[in-house]
């Protein structure tokens, strides 16, 4: 009997359908009811929410959700060996929990939400985490389709999204979830607490999308992060020039030191080189279609 609902233990229903974790698909499976309750508390209160899930397993995390009071929950499942066993829960729960087999990279859930904005919580399978992560931060259009994200990350990962300027861990993907959301790490947790247990420690982070982000075009966004760290060592008066222009008159444009490395802007530094750059970009091509 689990503190949660009257199902079997998860042990239980492993054994019962061979769910033994396979690396090749990321899987390492968390069986502590209490804990999947703490990950599913931290999304917010759930009571009527709709709730998408990446690599539910053997469903763990989905029986928290439901339990805590989810009124709906999409679980996008790629492991075809899982589905039986979230089809027990979804006949525990009728109506409750819709089980899609198929690769989250692929799977587009918007059709399916109905009205109002979804929340995704997931203990994402590792191997895809960051992509997934930054599908949904490049969301078009923006407030996106989901209220917030509450997702299990290595705590590397973890800390490269929260991280500040300054700090080592700071960089792209920091920047973005930065740019597009207000992002925490809610608590970590052990490798112990996983099926087989990772090598490292992992943690859960919350993400909440702000409702109007500094104005800057996503893909200039982009190529301005990905030029400034991809030689992170240097000044961006030197790094810039990557862009392909004279990057002496972006930096004056934003406001920015040329002697500044990248760990040094802020994210707003960011946006303001961004528009810089998509403004001398904008006047050439003027000029070029005016000669």
């Known amino acids: 009997m689990s503190a949660l609902d009257d199902l079997p233990p998860l042990r239980e229903v492993i054994r019962a359908h061979g769910l033994s974790a396979q690396k090749s698909l990321g899987q390492n499976f968390l069986l502590d009811l209490n804990l ?3 990950v599913a508390r931290a999304s917010g209160p759930l009571e009527g ?3 998408v899930e990446v690599g539910p397993g ?5 029986r928290a959700l439901l339990a805590l009071g989810a009124a709906r929950i999409i679980a996008i499942e790629r492991d075809r060996r899982c589905i039986d066993a979230l089809g027990e ?3 525990h729960y009728p109506g409750r929990l819709e ?4 690769d989250a990279l692929k799977v587009d859930v918007r059709p399916l939400l109905g009205d109002g904005p979804a929340r995704v919580v997931a203990n994402l399978p590792y191997n895809i985490a960051t992509v997934l992560l930054v599908g949904w931060l490049s969301a ?7 209220a917030s ?3 299990m990350f290595q705590k590397e990962v973890a800390e490269r999204i929260v991280a500040a300027p300054g700090s080592k861990a700071y960089g792209r993907l920091a920047v ?3 740019w597009r959301c207000a992002a925490r790490i809610a608590f970590d947790v052990a490798p112990s607490a996983f099926v087989p247990p990772p090598k490292v420690t992992s943690s859960v982070v919350h993400l909440v999308p702000r409702a109007a982000p500094l104005p800057c075009a996503l893909s200039v966004l982009e190529k301005v992060t990905e030029a400034a760290f991809g030689q992170r060592r240097k000044m961006l008066r030197q790094s810039l020039k990557s862009l392909g222009c004279d990057p002496l008159p972006l930096l004056e444009a934003a406001g920015v030191e040329p002697t500044a490395r990248a760990e040094e802007i802020d994210v707003a530094g960011f946006v303001a080189l961004a528009n810089a750059l998509a403004a001398a970009r904008a006047s050439r091509a003027e000029a070029s279609a005016s000669a």
């Open 149 to 151: 994200l509450t997702l």
């Open 176 to 178: 973005l979830a930065g």
């Open 36 to 38: 999947t309750a703490r």
């Open 89 to 91: 829960i979804a006949a």
């Open 58 to 62: 053997p469903g763990g995390l989905t």
């Open 49 to 51: 929410a709709t709730v």
């Open 99 to 102: 089980v899609i087999e198929g």
């Open 140 to 146: 078009d259009p923006w407030p996106p389709w989901f």
